[in-house]
Structure formats: structure tokens, C-alpha cells
């Protein structure tokens, strides 16, 4: 039965190929629902390639995945040195080793290497950082990778889903995307069925698995479900088919017919009718079920009290043949109920996963491990949690990992061990401070030092001096904070501990900012960290350049270190801290008045941070502030939410910005009794925050209706407009690149020509709700032929694109890139893919050249640079 209405899929597919050969790599991201046809596109494609190396792997989806399991097969395919590291490989440090080889074995300029991965919506975090990895140097290789997800189970796959936007963005990325067939496909497709065509479109939705599962069962009817079918086709086998077929579907979508032959204790012969049937298809040495959801029907309709048998028997056969898969064995011993072997397999996978780098698959053994972890001795089961709730808080697991470290502590203090007891209360209080529970992240912290401080020097005593240092550091007493930090540094220098050495430095940066100093802490933290392979440092301190230097209003400086941080949290997987970056990127983007690219940022930030309260309530603030400025009706739930994560912290620094947007808030709607109260409450804050945070505080007091102000050092531009130089004030927040800011201080003004100004930036940024309040200012104060509307520069545009839109429009209608963009108009490359993405929207139009056509039709002026 021949593909139908794949015409446009193969030719982009041809089209990729060809590229790759010329050295030019290509990505193909392959999508649609289950059933639609990924893999026979893919098959029907490489079957009419030629002088090409060709790799096939994919992801199951049966059990907790084995890491790597993919490209594992992919490298066994490719024989040599890559499939001996692959076959002993054991440890995070040959991960970068197996990669490199992979790469270097794909990339041999002889000829094009074509590799498939499919079904990666079930694949590790390890395989998905390989993709990410190959996706990052391919573009100039003649290389062709592949790889199918199904785009109707992403909700359910968060790490797809972030990496996903991850690889989206490489140049090398294209997409095809699958679609069900037409009302006349089906037609074709069941012509001289005896089927009603009709029907069959109705029941199946054009489903090409459905459809053709259900012409081959030769029912009278069309079964309700692609499961129907599949099983009326199993029914039609004996007796020991079936089992065959059952205990296959236990093992998963690849099938090894050793293992089933001995699972089952079959012959060959069965295993041949299967394939004969249709039901597997042979690929290799493997067998594969035609399409997983066959695979899931069987295994659904297996009686539950016979289950466990067969599980047991493929767990004896795997151990016998002497597998050290410990994640596919941890799977079939817990099915099979046998409690002990599932403690011991779950354990080596977790471990096994933690160390490649796989945290989400290793949480999973542990907690497997856990289910059946019954009548261990107090400190075994407090490891067990601690490993946990170590692997949980990594993948922002916070609550979670919150239970699992008090779990632990209570079972530490059972077994009368002072020394894990401490640990486990400094680990619990780094972990309430992410779940914004600020007061009782003290009290742990404290209580940590308690204890260990009587048992004598440790690495553990040093970490929960630093501990105390950061809690110090919140409440702003910043003076002790700078001094307890001195005594965590001082050990962990003496123990070699370094990477707790960069942590120190990383506080006392922020202690001595706060007492109006400016050290070199933060690079010297950078250089130890990266010397001694402390990548977790490393990516923290990034982190802290990049806010530090954006909290002061040093845009320019905060761009190296945000960009180098983004790479390297990436690079190491430290999605806590690269989360961090973007979080705090997002305010940056904000002030510099480049607002849909803010929202659009906080909107992939938020999409990807699930519990962690702290890491969402930057880009929570930036989206409230930015809809509440334009008039959206839901930008209260993201300044509540901000707010209560605020106030939680008990932090100045997370404090005032909150408490000032909702000040805002009740300012542009009008309140400005409730705005008067929370810029107050601001205000008082302020006391242990910045000069900038505290003149942002005392000009929204200012604004909102009192002339006191916050005792302390202001910053400058902040200065100047409480000191009644409005020109002055606006200058400065203008001179730094702070539009919005520029046009508040303009608007105090109460003068015609500021006030014009200010509706001009408002009216410029989308801010129809200040733009509504500068009006109503200008009304009062008698000022005819005010504006209403865009500005006219923008008005005349028929697209309503501003200055930068055209240029970037112009620069599109050139066939200039997204990097070609940034270089031309000085931006990054992901600020030029914002404003793309931006023109496409006002344009309405899908891609580039439909934006060039349309810039045609209406008659726009387009001429690049």
C-alpha cells in the first residue's frame, strides 16, 4: 500500500539530503500523533537512498528508559572504538568521550551519514543532551539526523518538550510535520475493502495506523479503536502465538528473538507466523512490533494475574544471558514482584543514570528502589532518600525532594550520626529557600551549624557556614554575612574543597555590594571554579555576574557573562541556574524596553520550570508588569504569584521589585491609594536593598503620593527626579537604555512637551494603559491635539511595525538570516529571532518568504542596509 499525500514530507526530507551532502548538516524534527506514519515517511526515504551511511536507534518507551539506550545500538551499528566505549562505558566522564567519538565517526567527509532516532518523546535526558549536542556541530558536516516524536504526548514529556525549544533554534533544524489523511485518501486507500469510506474517515480521523489496521482485520465493521483491531487480528492466532505475542509485548517495541524464545519457550517457527502476520516486522536481528500502540493493545489485554510470570520468566532469561541493563532488569523484577532483585537493579540503574547525567531517570530508579525497600536498617533507608531528594532538586523537583530530605533526617537522627544529620539540615534549608519558605530555610540553617560545629572541622561544617552566610545575606545583615562566609571560605580552602571556595566568594560579592563596595570576588569564584572542574560553581557564578551587573543597570557588562552562562549551563545541564540566567534576563529585557522579546522569554521559562517558586517569580513579575502596562486583564495572577514567592524569601532584593509592580498596578488602574500602600511597603524594604531598588521605592512613593522617602543612598537617574530635575532624571534612564523609565520620569514632569515625549515611548512599547494614564494627565492640565492611537510613525505603517520591525523586515526581504541579522543591526542573534518572529506575526504570515510577499503587496518600502 503506497504512501499517500507524503509527496511534500519526502521531497523536504530530499531536499535536507542533498544539503547535507553539499556539508551543510541538517536536523529533521519529524512529528505528528501516534499512527500517523513517522516511521514508514522515514523508511520509505532511506530505502531509495544510496552511498550513504545509514544508523538506526530508538527510544522505548516499556520502562524507565535505559540512558543512552539509542545511540548505544546506534554505536554498536558503528562498530570499532565507538561500539567498545559504548559496550563498557560506565561513568560520567567517558559520556563526553562517546560522544566526541560518535561525532567524529558521523562526520567522515567520504560520505553522508544519514542516522534515525525514533520515538524520542520517550528518550532520556542523556540521549536528548547527545542531540542537543550533535544539533550544536553538524551544521557543517555532511550529516543527516533524523529523529520522530509524537506531538500529541508532549505535555506529558517535559524534557522533550525543553528540548525541543532547544533545538529549534539551531540553524541546522528543519520540521516536518505529519499530518492524518483526507477524506479521499481513505477513499483510495480502502477502495475494493468492501468499508464505507465514509466511515471508516469518521471512526479513524484519517489515522493512516487506523486506517490500516482496521482494512487488514477483514471485520464487517470499522472497530471503534485501533486497539479493537489489533486484538481481532491477535485472536485469530493459536494458543502458543498468542503467549509468544504476549510475553513480546512484555519486553518491549524491539524485540530480541533469543529472549523470546527462551521467555516463551517457543520455537523459531512461531516467531516466523508472527512476522508472517504482520505483527512484527524483522529489522535485523531485532524484531519490532509495526507500530507500538499493536504492542501496547497486547500487553493491555494480558490478564493481570498472569503478568507477573512472565516477567519473571524474561528477568531469569536476561540474567542468565548475563544483561547489565539494570534499568530494563529493575522494570521486570518489580512486575514480577520479586522485592529484592528490584532493590538491587533499581539502585545500579539510578546510580548509573545520576552519573551520565540522566537525574530524571535516576529519581525514578531511586524511587522504585524505595517501593520495595522494606525492613532496611534506618541509615541504609536514609541514604536511599538522600539520594533522592539530591536527584529531585536537580530537575526542580522541590517539594518532592523538600519530603525526601526530612524522610532522611528523621531517619539520621535514629541511627545517632551527628555529622549526616547536620548535612541533611543545611541541604533541607537550600532546599526551603527554593520553595520561597525563607524563614524556615533559616532555622534549618542555623540548626545545621548547631550540630556540626561541636564535631570539629569538616567539608560539611564549611557548607553550612556558607549556609548561614547566605541566610545572613537575605535579611541583609551583610556585615556578619561578609564574616561568616571568611570562616566558610577559609576551611574549604584548607580541606581543598573547592568548589565550595567559589560559593563562598559568590556570597562575599554579594555582602560587600551590599555594604556599598565592589570587588573582584565573582571573577576570582569563575576562575577557581573552572579550574577545578566545579561546574555547578561555575554556572552559579555566571549567574551572579549576570544579576549583579543587571540589578546596578550595567547592561553592557551583564551580556558576557549571560551569554558564556547560557553555553555552559547548557553545556553541563545546570537547568537550575541557566533558568536562573533567563529569569533575570527577562527584567533586562524589560528595562531596554524590548518587551515582546521579555514576554516571550519569561513564556519559555515559565513553560519549563514546574515547582520551583523562586526560579518563576522573575519572569512572573516581567510578564505582570509588561500585561498590566498594556491593559491585559490577567496580569494580577502572575504579580500575586510573584509576590507571595517574594515575600516568602523575606529577601529586600525580591521584595521591593514585586511589592513596586503591584504599586504599579494599582497606579495604572487607577488605585492610587493601593498603589500608595504597597510603594510604602517597598519603601521600608528598601532598607537592605540597593541605591537603585531604594530610588525606584522613593520615586514611586513620589508618585503615588507622599513626599517621604526611604533613608539611605539613591541612585543617581532616581536622584535627579526627586530633587525636581525631571530633564535630567530621563536623560540618565534614557542614557542607559530604559525607555519606560525615561517616560515615568517625563511624565512627573507635568510639562507639555515631556509629557508628549512620554505618550510618544509609551504608545512605542505597547503601553496602552500608561499611554491611557499620560492622556488623561494631559487632559487635565488643559493640553489640546493630543494623540490618540499609534504614534504616527508607527501609524503609517500598514503593518503597524516600528522602526526596528521595518529594518528587520528589510533585512528578511534580502534573505538575510537570523545571525545575518543580529551582525547587520548589532543585536544577538536570539534578540534578531524575537524580531522575526514579531514581523511574521503583525505580517500574518507563516515564513520568510510569505513575509516578503506580503511586504510586496502592501506596498511596503524595503531596503537593507
Known amino acids: 500500500m503506497g504512501l499517500l499525500e507524503r509527496e511534500g514530507p519526502l521531497a523536504s526530507l530530499a531536499a535536507c539530503a542533498d544539503e547535507a551532502r553539499r556539508g551543510q548538516g541538517r536536523l529533521v524534527l519529524v512529528s505528528g500523533e501516534a499512527g500517523v506514519g513517522k516511521s514508514a515517511l522515514v523508511e520509505r526515504f532511506t530505502a531509495g537512498l544510496t552511498g550513504t551511511r ?185 494458543q502458543g502465538a498468542r503467549d509468544v505475542l504476549r510475553a513480546a509485548a512484555l519486553i518491549g517495541s524491539v524485540v530480541e528473538p533469543w529472549l523470546l524464545e527462551q521467555a516463551a519457550d517457543c520455537p523459531p517457527s512461531v516467531v516466523d507466523e508472527l512476522v508472517d502476520r504482520g505483527l512484527f516486522t524483522a529489522d535485523g536481528a531485532v524484531l519490532r512490533f509495526r507500530h507500538e500502540i499493536v504492542r501496547r493493545a497486547v500487553a493491555q489485554d494480558i490478564p493481570a494475574h498472569r503478568q507477573p510470570a512472565i516477567h519473571a520468566r524474561l528477568l531469569a532469561a536476561l540474567l542468565a544471558a548475563g544483561s547489565t541493563d539494570h534499568a530494563r532488569l529493575a522494570f521486570h523484577a518489580e512486575a514480577s514482584g520479586d522485592a529484592p532483585a528490584t532493590l538491587e537493579h533499581a ?34 533507608l536514609a541514604g536511599r532518600y538522600e539520594a533522592l531528594a539530591d536527584e529531585l532538586s536537580v530537575i526542580d523537583g522541590w517539594d518532592a525532594a523538600a519530603a525526601a530530605y526530612e524522610r532522611a533526617l528523621s531517619l539520621w537522627r535514629t541511627t545517632g550520626d551527628p555529622l549526616r544529620e547536620g548535612d541533611i539540615l543545611r541541604k533541607l534549608s537550600t532546599t526551603l529557600w527554593r520553595l520561597c519558605r525563607g524563614r524556615e530555610a533559616g532555622d534549618a540553617s542555623t540548626a545545621a551549624l548547631r550540630v556540626l560545629e561541636p564535631l570539629g572541622p569538616s567539608v560539611e561544617l564549611a557548607r553550612a557556614y556558607a549556609g548561614v552566610a547566605a541566610d545572613l545575606a537575605s535579611q541583609a545583615r551583610f556585615a556578619e554575612a561578609m564574616a561568616m562566609a571568611g570562616r566558610a571560605g577559609t576551611l574549604a580552602a584548607s580541606l581543598d574543597a573547592f568548589g565550595l571556595q567559589a560559593y563562598t566568594l559568590n556570597l562575599q560579592s554579594w555582602a560587600v555590594l551590599g555594604l556599598g563596595g565592589d570587588g573582584p570576588q565573582l571573577e576570582r569564584a569563575l576562575d577557581i571554579a573552572l579550574a577545578h572542574g566545579a561546574a555547578y560553581e561555575a554556572g552559579h ?65 515559565l513553560a519549563r520550570v514546574v515547582s520551583s517558586p523562586v526560579n518563576r517569580m522573575f519572569p512572573q513579575g516581567t510578564l505582570g508588569r509588561i500585561l498590566a502596562r498594556r491593559d491585559a486583564a490577567d496580569a494580577w495572577q502572575y504579580l500575586d504569584d510573584a509576590m507571595a514567592a517574594a515575600d516568602g524569601t523575606g529577601d529586600p532584593q525580591y521584595v521591593v521589585p514585586m511589592r513596586l509592580s503591584r504599586a504599579e498596578a494599582h497606579w495604572l488602574a487607577g488605585d492610587t491609594a493601593a498603589a500608595h500602600r504597597d510603594a510604602v511597603i517597598a519603601g521600608l524594604a528598601a532598607d537592605g536593598a540597593s541605591p537603585w531598588l531604594r530610588g525606584e521605592a522613593a520615586a514611586w512613593i513620589r508618585r503615588t503620593g507622599t513626599s517621604s522617602i526611604p533613608a539611605g543612598e539613591i541612585a543617581a537617574p532616581y536622584r535627579m527626579e526627586l530633587d525636581g530635575d525631571w530633564r535630567g532624571g530621563a536623560k540618565a534612564h534614557d542614557d542607559l537604555g530604559c525607555p519606560y523609565d525615561a517616560a515615568l520620569a517625563l511624565l512627573d514632569s507635568g510639562e507639555e512637551e515631556a509629557l508628549r515625549q512620554a505618550l510618544d515611548i509609551c504608545q512605542d512599547l505597547g503601553a496602552t494603559a500608561t499611554a491611557r494614564l499620560v492622556r488623561r494627565t494631559m487632559r487635565r492640565l488643559g493640553i489640546r491635539s493630543i494623540p490618540v492611537g499609534q504614534r504616527a510613525a508607527t501609524r503609517r505603517d ?32 536570539k534578540t534578531a529571532s524575537h524580531h522575526v518572529s514579531a514581523v511574521l506575526g503583525k505580517l500574518g504570515v507563516p515564513n520568510r518568504r510569505a513575509a516578503a510577499d506580503q511586504a510586496a503587496r502592501l506596498g511596503l518600502t524595503v531596503v537593507a542596509s
Open 54 to 238: 545509514f544508523y538506526l536507534g530508538a527510544c522505548d518507551g516499556l520502562f524507565t528508559p535505559r540512558p543512552l539506550g539509542a545511540f548505544l545500538d546506534i554505536a554498536g551499528q558503528i562498530g570499532g572504538e565507538v561500539a567498545e566505549l559504548a559496550g563498557r562505558f560506565d561513568a560520567s566522564a567517558e559520556r563526553e568521550e562517546l560522544f566526541g567519538l560518535l561525532l567524529g565517526e558521523l562526520a567522515k567527509p567520504d560520505r553522508l551519514s544519514v542516522v534515525v532516532v525514533e520515538d524520542i518523546h520517550w528518550a532520556d535526558e542523556a540521549t536528548l543532551d547527545l542531540l542537543r549536542f550533535l544539533a550544536r556541530r553538524t551544521g557543517s558536516l555532511p550529516v543527516l539526523l533524523i529523529v520522530t516524536y509524537r506531538d500529541d504526548e508532549l505535555a506529558a514529556s517535559y524534557p522533550l518538550r525543553t528540548a525541543l525549544g532547544d533545538l529549534a533554534v539551531q540553524r541546522c533544524t528543519r520540521r516536518v510535520d505529519l499530518s492524518p489523511l483526507s477524506a479521499a485518501a481513505v477513499a483510495a486507500l480502502s477502495a475494493g475493502s468492501g468499508l464505507d469510506a465514509a466511515e471508516l474517515y469518521r471512526v479513524t480521523g484519517g489515522n493512516p495506523f487506523y486506517v490500516t489496521e482496521t482494512l487488514r482485520t477483514g471485520l464487517d465493521r470499522v472497530p471503534r479503536s485501533a486497539a479493537d483491531a489489533v486484538l481481532a487480528r491477535v485472536a485469530g492466532l493459536g
Open 347 to 380: 539502585t545500579l540503574a539510578g546510580r548509573h543514570a545520576a552519573g551520565l547525567g540522566s537525574h530524571r531517570e535516576a529519581a525514578a530508579q531511586f524511587e522504585r528502589a524505595l517501593r520495595v525497600a522494606k525492613g532496611e536498617p534506618p541509615a541504609v
Open 541 to 605: 557564578t555566571y549567574t551572579n555576574m549576570h544579576e549583579i551587573n543587571c540589578g546596578e543597570r550595567r547592561y553592557a557588562a551583564s551580556e558576557p557573562p549571560y551569554l558564556a552562562g547560557i553555553a555552559h549551563c547548557a553545556e553541563h545541564d545546570l537547568w537550575v541556574y541557566l533558568t536562573c540566567l533567563q529569569g533575570v534576563r527577562t527584567t533586562t529585557l524589560e528595562r531596554l524596553g524590548r518587551w515582546d522579546e521579555a514576554v516571550a522569554l519569561a513564556e519559555v521559562v
Open 798 to 829: 500598514p503593518a503597524g511595525l516600528t522602526r526596528r520591525e521595518r529594518e528587520v523586515l528589510a533585512l528578511i526581504c534580502a534573505g538575510r538570516t537570523d545571525a545575518e541579522i543580529a551582525a547587520a543591526l548589532f543585536i544577538s542573534a
